[in-house]
């Protein structure tokens, strides 16, 4: 018998290999306008005291069919609503943020810790996206996690 460890799966069955343009999901593009969009009504919702509405909105609808440019400015704004809410609020207030959110959006959430977490700025404030992560986990369980690993919509 071959050791099994170094069979090439893909060898045996070519025709179940994905291209990277069926990866993509079937959603309809967004524009780097709209993310701008978006960006503002944040910064005007957390201008205004209105942090949950701020946080719901900036993970409601991530461009998930857009190019690098327009993620990243996704990515930066759902940070700085992240970093806005925690210093304003104490770090234990930050699991009600977290339960407010429907599950759509929690899982929204851990794929932009994640990202954020391997940004330059994102390592700076390191700790503050780990206590989010934490605040995540611990009202999400590891469902999101999971649905982060396997989902084919990349923010």
């Keep these: 018998m071959e050791d099994w460890r ?4 893909d060898a045996l069955e070519p025709e179940k290999h994905l291209s990277k343009e069926e990866l993509i ?7 780097y306008e709209e993310v701008q969009a978006v960006s503002r009504q944040c910064r005007t919702a957390l201008s205004s005291g209105q942090f949950l509405q701020a946080l719901a909105l900036a993970l409601e609808s991530p461009p998930y069919v857009a190019d690098e440019r327009t993620k990243n400015l996704h990515a930066e704004t759902v940070f700085e609503v992240l970093c806005s809410i925690k210093n304003n609020h104490s770090s ?12 759509r959006q929690q ?6 810790l994640y990202k954020n977490m391997g ?8 700790g503050l996206l780990l206590t989010w992560f934490e605040k995540a986990v611990e009202i999400g369980g590891l469902g999101p996690i999971v649905r982060y690993m396997t989902d084919r919509r990349t923010v």
């Design 92 to 103: 234990s207030d930050l699991g009600d943020f977290v339960k407010q959110l429907d599950r």
């Design 107 to 112: 899982d929204t959430l851990i794929k932009y």
């Design 6 to 9: 170094r069979i090439d799966i």
């Design 25 to 31: 999901p079937d959603l309809p593009p967004v524009s």
């Design 119 to 126: 940004t330059p700025y994102g390592a700076k404030q390191g």
